[in-house]
Each structure stands twice: as structure tokens, then as C-alpha cells.
């Protein structure tokens, strides 16, 4: 099963992936964010373009490898989309993370990000336009206060009750 966590930045999905994967450690984490860093650095003669091919790359890898995975993008969902039609069948639940615009701002303002040129645009640059894209969602969560175990608790609840629910119906469509 793949969870997909998007939303602008400053909403709380890297947040919320930490605290689920503190429960339940066999899940992998993927962060598209961290691997586009990874290649930026790593080549530095290479055109974005280029760089994106070798990051999407990476991530199919990473997804068809996985038995669980919890997917953090922010930006990139209509590009997934060819990703998703490759990923070897796989139940994929998307939960939508945002907030205030507002709110998502003043979070923004008070973290640290390391983001590596070609992609080096701040979180303020896209936040308003990312929180108001439409996101085909299985959840939405409005992250309205920081590390909220109650409200993690029934995110987790369900993703564990479609990671059921889901399986079966991969598993019956393979048979």
C-alpha cells in the first residue's frame, strides 16, 4: 500500500509521517523532496530537467520495492500520474494535508529547509497556490494545531482500515 501525504508546505505531512512511522517502523518512508535534494547535489552539471527524469526515476524504484510506503509530495501530483500507471499493483490512499493560508505562513516562517538549487523557491513563493489546488483525496485533514496525537490517531486508524480493505480488493483483481 502506498499513503500518499500532499498539501502546500508547512501543513504537517513530514509531521505526521515521523510520528507514524515511529509506530509502525516497517513502513517506508519516501519524501520526493529528499531525493530531488539528493540528485541537485549530487549533479550539479545537470539541467533540472535531467535531474526530475532521474528523481521520478527513483521514486517508481522505490514505490515497486516497497510493500508499504508513505509518499510525501508537495507540487507534484499531477505528475505522478504516469508514475501511479507504473507502480505494480498497489492500493494508493491519498490524504490531502492544509490549512489557513495564514497558519500555513507563519509555520512556514518558523522552520529551517535545506533546498538545494535548481529548486531552491521558498515555501511562501507556493504555499497560497498549493493550498488551493483540487487534490482527488481519499482525507483531508485541516492541520489547524501542531503534532495532534487524537487527530494522528484517527489518521492512522484510517490507513490502517483501507490498507485492509484495499488489499483484499488487489488481491481479488489478481486472482
Known sequence: MIVHLVGPPASGKTTFARWFLDKHPFWQYIAIDEIRNYYAKTLKNCRSTEIEKIVFDKLLIRLNLATDSIL????????????????????????????????????????????????????????????????????????????????????????????????????????
Open 72 to 175: 510525501e509530495t508537495t507540487g507534484t501530483i499531477w505528475r505522478l500520474k504516469d508514475t501511479w500507471n507504473l507502480v505494480n499493483q498497489k492500493s494508493i490512499y491519498t490524504i490531502k494535508f492544509t490549512d489557513t493560508t495564514q497558519n500555513l505562513l507563519i509555520r512556514a516562517k518558523n522552520r529551517v529547509r535545506e533546498v538545494v538549487y535548481p529548486y531552491n523557491i521558498k515555501d511562501e513563493e507556493v504555499i497560497e497556490e498549493e493550498n488551493n489546488i483540487f487534490v482527488p483525496a481519499n482525507l483531508i485533514v485541516r492541520n489547524s494545531t501542531t503534532a495532534n496525537k487524537e487527530i494522528y490517531s484517527q489518521i492512522e486508524w484510517y490507513i490502517l482500515k483501507s490498507r485492509i480493505i484495499l488489499d483484499k480488493c488487489v488481491t481479488h483483481v489478481k486472482e
